[in-house]
């Protein structure tokens, strides 16, 4: 489909620095004091063993619905009801019962049927490199493994095979390692009590779910950088819309998470810049560059303008902030200050911007107003309410849209960041939505071409304009 919101994204950070280049895995590697810097292209640029399965078989329909069904069961989450979209018995057989900061590549989502954004890690001995989704709303790292005892979806790198690696090993059912998957994916643990091996069972807000053992082995993010003792989960089990990911990296604020075994190397923080969406043009596809940044050491390296997140004891791993006002082409939108008094969080797995209905229509009403002067309005599609006919992202008088947070950060939003052009059905929406109650989540769309800073030491999250194209 003409539906390019995608975004490509990759590893870099500059340092003023003299480098040493080399290449791993197919990815142009930059040593830059100290740290790593890995470029990531647009698929159409990407070796072909990604370029071959790079058409999605998710149409837009498919793509919003998961985008909704996340926020549905992020809102359940926040409102402290039960997720009815992870309930139910598990489908797997009963048988189964700082240092240095480093980089690693992110690419766009697109080639692997997904939405959101995926890493290229090595794991194991020696090392197999994997496409896996990063997400900073969930905690648990996993892939698929063979023999996949039940169910593994189609996935461009081939499977994990964890027989063929020399450090691979599964955890007891006693383990406190074992003990800690509840926090992690908010569902218990199981026990394949042949074997005594843990089993998780991660489940996701698009109803789709992971189960399998608990593992560990190395992980392996250049022949360089590695952990020895990485925990994650080899899942047997995998039905939902993963696109052709080989499973998911968490980057949430939890143990087990991607963020929380590196920490002790590098850091409490990451930060990443995602790009703008891509050109449609091969000659463009290298223009479009992003970065993960995994280590405290670089979030001095920009001028962050930083918001504190706010704690929430009954979801600790999610990152909340402070929204405090909205404005659109200057001027603060008609809503009483109360209407910002919401759970708020900042996702990199949920793409569209959500707002309580209140404040998404008086987003709507001072936005519409200014630009349907001078452009058409046509129908809804799909989840968007406002929109125009024609390609009017470029165009001129399109009013900024500023997100303010407490402690003084903003989000100040361009045509790129605010409105969608849908190819196939000619027309632009704004790129916001809705929520069914009163909750907001920033989307990874408004997020693009922001260096977002996460500093989970000192409980604060960082905006710097222009950190990618």
């Known amino acids: 489909m003409g539906f390019f919101w995608f975004l490509v994204f990759s590893a870099l950070v500059l340092l003023p620095s003299a480098f040493v280049e080399s290449e791993v895995h197919g990815n142009p590697t930059l040593w830059i004091n100290g740290s790593i810097q890995l470029s990531l292209y647009h698929v159409q640029s990407l070796d072909s063993s990604l370029t071959s399965t790079s058409t999605s078989t998710l149409t837009l329909s498919d793509m919003l619905a998961k985008d909704e069904e996340r926020v549905r069961a992020i809102q359940s989450r926040l409102e402290n009801n039960v997720d009815k979209s992870s309930e139910g018995t598990s489908v797997f057989p009963k048988a189964l019962g700082g240092a240095r900061p480093t980089k690693v590549p992110v690419k766009s989502g697109l080639p692997i049927g997904t939405l959101n954004y995926f890493v290229k890690i090595g794991l194991g001995t020696p090392p197999k490199y994997f496409s896996l989704v990063i997400d900073s709303g969930s905690s648990l790292n996993w892939l698929q493994c063979q023999p996949c005892k039940v169910s593994c979806h189609q996935q461009v790198d081939p499977l994990f095979d964890p027989s063929a690696s020399k450090t691979y090993k599964r955890f007891s059912c006693s383990s406190p390692q074992c003990s800690s998957v509840k926090g992690a994916t908010l569902n218990d643990p199981l026990c394949e009590t042949s074997s005594n091996t843990c089993v998780y069972r991660a489940t996701y807000g698009d109803r789709s779910i992971s189960e399998g053992y608990l593992s560990q082995d190395v992980l392996t993010l250049n022949p360089s950088e590695t952990l020895a003792n990485f925990i994650y ?15 998911f990296l ?25 790009p703008t969406s891509f050109s449609s043009n091969p000659a463009n596809s290298g223009k479009f560059l992003g970065f993960l940044s995994i280590g405290s050491s670089l979030l ?16 600790p791993d999610l990152y909340f902030l402070d929204l405090t006002a909205l404005t659109v082409a200057g001027k603060p939108l008609g809503v009483a200050a109360s209407s910002y008094k919401m759970p708020t969080i900042i996702d990199s797995g949920t793409v569209i911007t959500r707002l309580p209905p209140s404040v998404y229509a008086a987003l709507k009403g001072a936005f519409v107003n200014i630009l349907s002067k001078r452009y058409k309005q046509v129908p809804a599609i799909s989840l968007f309410d406002a929109c125009f006919a024609g390609n009017v992202k470029n165009a001129l008088g399109v009013p900024e849209i500023q997100l303010i947070f407490g402690g003084g950060a903003d989000l100040t939003l361009r045509a790129p960041n605010t409105l969608l052009y849908l190819e196939e059905d000619g027309a632009t929406c704004l790129a916001f939505a809705a929520t069914s109650g009163n909750i907001a989540i920033i989307g990874n769309y408004q997020q693009q071409t922001f260096t977002v800073a996460y500093d989970v030491s000192n409980s604060k999250i960082g905006f710097a304009a222009g950190g990618c194209q």
């Open 233 to 247: 989960g080899c899942g047997q089990n995998n039905v939902g819309l993963f696109g052709r990911s080989a499973g």
């Open 250 to 274: 968490g980057l949430a604020n939890n143990e087990l998470s991607l963020l929380a075994q590196l920490s002790t190397k590098y850091g409490n923080a990451f930060s990443y810049c995602l």
């Open 300 to 315: 001095a390296t920009s001028s962050y303008k930083f918001t504190p997140t706010l704690k929430n004891p009954a979801n």
